[in-house]
C-alpha cells in the first residue's frame, strides 16, 4: 500500500470513525476483525449479560489484556485460546476500534 | 419501523462514501432463504453495509426454535420458550418477507418457487437452508416413525415430543440415543443432549438408564463429556462405539425397537438422529454436486457451482469451522461483507472468524470450543497454536464459569439476530 494510500484511509477511518469498514492503523481492518467479537460481547462490544463489554475501554488495556491472554500471562476462560490467533497489529487495530465506540 | 430504516439511511447518507451508492436508486435484489443464524446474520449485516439493497426473505417456519439451547429444554432445565423467537424483530428491519416455503430453485435463473407458486428473482441469492434429515439411511425411520422416535435434531416440536416423552416414562426406563456418521449438525451436539438426560434421570428417575448407540468412535469434546460423566452421572450412560456396531441399521416405532448389527434393544424412549445432508431446497438443486453438502468459494461462500449463488451455514462446505449456528452467524455476517463489497465492485476480502462452541454437561457444568479460523483461497483453517477445548482436570469454577457464558452468549446472540 503507497503511503499516500494509507493516509487517505486513515484520514477516512478517523471521519468515519467506528461505522467505517475500512483499514485502521496498521494495515490490520479493526472494524472487520471486530464483527467477529460481538457473538459474545454485544453489538458493537457493549457488552453481553456475564462477558465485559469492550466498547469505549481504553485502546491500551484492551491491546495489554488481549496480549496478556495471548502470552498466558493473564488466565482466562475462552480469551486464552483464542487471543494468541492475532497478530500484533490486529490486536491493536482491535483494540483502537473498540475504544472509538460509544459505550 | 419504515421511520427507523429511513432514519439509518439519512444518517449513512450523510457520510460521503456512501452517498453515491444511495445515488443510483433502488440497489440490486438480493433473495435470502432461511432466517436462522446464518441467514438472519447475513440480513443484519448486509442492511447495514448496503441500505440500498432490497432484501426478500422466504422462511418456512412462523417462529424461530434454536437448536442450540434446545438440548436444556430436552433436560428440562428451561421451557420450549427459551429457544423460540419471533421473527418480527427481523423482518422489521426492511425486509420484504415472502409468504411460505420454498419448494424450489433454479440456479441459472436464481428463481426461487413457493409452495403457492410465487416466484421470487434475485440478483443474488443467499441459501442459508440447514441440513435435511436422510431417514432413508436407517431401515424403517422415516418423518412419521420420527413422532414415535423423535430426533430432535430440527428444534421446534420434536424438542417438545421428546422432553414429553422423558417425563412420561416410568422409572427404570430406557433410553436410546443413536448417534449418526458425521458430518452432522453440531458436533458434540449429541453428547451435551445425553449429559442434559442424565442429568434429568439422576434426580427424576434414577433407576433408569440412557444406552447410546453410536456410529462414531471418537467425538468431540469426548474426554471433557467423559469426565464429567463419570463425576455426575456414573453407572447411567452406556455407550456402544462405531467398532463395536454402535451404528444403528433399523428401528422399528410399533416394537420401540432399535437395531445395530450386533444386537436390537427395546427402548422406552428412542431418540434416533438421522445421518444428515445439506437442507432439500440446495439439494435437489443440485448445489452439493451429489456429495451431499455444498461446495462454496471460502472467502465469499459462493457457490462454486452456480455465479450468484451464495450457501452459508450447516448446508456448506466450511473446511475446518464445524456445523453450528455461532459459525454459521460468522459466515453470514462475512458474507454479507463479501456481498456489498461485490456490489460496490470490490473484491471480497479474507476475514477472521470465530467459533466458540458451548456444552452444558450439567446446568452449572460448562465447557468449550473456542478456535479462530482463517479464510485463505485454499479453504478455511483453524490457527495454530492457539484455540482448542477447555483443558481437561479444569475446576468447578471454570465449569461455572463456563455455564455462565454459555447462557450470556445464547441470549446475547440471539437477541441480535431476531431481537
Known amino acids: 500500500m503507497s503511503g499516500h494510500h494509507r493516509l487517505a484511509i486513515a484520514t477516512l477511518a478517523v471521519a468515519l470513525g467506528p461505522l467505517s469498514a475500512l483499514a485502521g492503523p496498521g494495515d490490520a481492518d479493526g472494524a472487520a476483525l471486530a464483527v467477529a467479537c460481538f457473538s459474545c460481547h454485544g453489538p458493537e462490544g457493549r457488552g453481553g449479560g456475564e462477558i465485559p463489554a469492550l466498547a469505549g475501554r481504553d485502546a491500551g488495556e484492551i491491546a495489554r489484556q488481549l496480549s496478556g491472554y495471548a502470552d498466558g500471562s493473564i488466565p482466562g476462560t475462552i480469551m486464552p485460546r483464542l487471543a494468541p490467533s492475532y497478530t500484533g497489529a490486529e490486536v491493536t487495530a482491535l483494540a483502537d476500534w473498540f475504544a472509538e465506540v460509544a459505550p | 419501523m419504515k421511520m427507523q430504516r429511513r432514519t439509518f439511511v439519512a444518517s449513512l447518507a450523510a457520510l460521503p462514501l456512501a452517498a453515491p451508492a444511495l445515488a443510483r436508486g433502488a440497489g440490486p435484489r438480493v433473495t435470502v432463504v432461511g432466517a436462522g443464524y446464518g441467514g438472519a446474520s447475513f440480513i443484519r449485516t448486509l442492511r447495514r453495509l448496503a441500505p440500498e439493497v432490497e432484501i426478500t426473505v422466504i422462511e418456512q417456519t412462523p417462529r424461530f426454535h434454536s437448536c442450540p439451547f434446545s438440548n436444556g429444554v430436552i433436560g428440562g432445565l428451561w421451557d420450549g420458550d427459551r429457544i423460540s423467537f419471533e421473527y418480527d424483530g427481523l423482518a422489521s428491519t426492511g425486509t420484504r418477507w415472502a409468504s411460505g416455503a420454498a419448494v424450489g430453485f433454479d440456479p441459472a435463473t436464481r428463481e426461487v418457487t413457493l409452495e403457492g407458486g410465487e416466484v421470487v428473482t434475485g440478483d443474488y441469492v443467499l441459501l442459508s437452508p440447514g441440513i435435511s434429515l436422510n431417514f432413508a439411511a436407517i431401515d424403517g425411520y422415516s418423518p412419521e416413525a420420527a413422532e414415535a422416535m423423535p430426533h430432535a435434531w430440527q428444534a421446534g416440536s420434536q424438542t417438545g415430543l421428546l422432553r414429553r416423552q422423558l417425563v412420561e416414562m416410568e422409572d427404570g426406563g430406557t433410553v436410546v440415543v443413536a448417534i449418526p456418521r458425521p458430518p452432522f449438525r453440531c458436533p458434540p451436539g449429541p453428547y451435551e443432549r445425553i449429559s442434559l438426560i442424565a442429568h434429568y434421570l439422576k434426580a427424576a428417575k434414577p433407576a433408569s438408564k440412557i444406552i447410546v448407540l453410536d456410529a462414531q468412535d471418537g467425538f468431540s469434546k469426548q474426554g471433557l463429556f467423559e469426565e464429567c460423566w463419570a463425576a455426575l452421572y456414573p453407572g447411567l450412560i452406556e455407550r456402544i462405539p462405531g467398532a463395536e456396531s454402535g451404528e444403528v441399521e433399523a428401528v422399528d416405532p410399533a416394537t420401540m425397537r432399535v437395531s445395530t448389527a450386533f444386537d436390537d434393544i427395546t427402548a422406552d424412549v428412542a431418540n434416533v438422529i438421522p445421518p444428515q445432508r445439506a437442507g432439500a431446497l440446495a439439494l435437489d438443486a443440485g448445489l452439493d454436486g451429489g456429495i451431499g453438502w455444498c461446495p462454496v468459494d471460502p472467502v465469499s461462500f459462493e457457490s ?24 454459521a452467524a460468522q459466515q453470514g455476517s462475512a458474507c454479507a461483507a463479501a456481498l456489498a463489497a461485490r456490489i460496490a465492485g470490490d473484491d471480497p476480502a479474507p476475514r477472521k472468524l470465530i467459533n466458540t462452541c458451548y456444552s452444558l454437561a450439567a446446568p452449572d457444568w460448562g465447557f468449550s470450543v473456542a478456535d479462530v479460523y482463517a479464510q485463505t483461497a485454499d479453504g478455511i483453517a483453524a490457527i495454530r ?12 469454577d471454570t465449569h461455572a464459569a463456563e455455564a455462565r457464558y454459555a447462557n450470556s452468549w445464547f441470549d446475547t446472540l440471539t437477541s441480535q439476530l431476531w431481537g
Open chain 2, 385 to 396: 497454536p492457539g484455540g482448542g477445548t477447555t483443558p481437561l482436570g479444569a475446576d468447578a
Open chain 2, 304 to 327: 462454486t457451482l452456480a455465479p450468484g449463488v451464495f450457501i452459508i451455514g450447516d448446508a456448506a462446505i466450511m473446511g475446518e469451522m464445524p456445523k453450528s449456528g455461532f459459525s
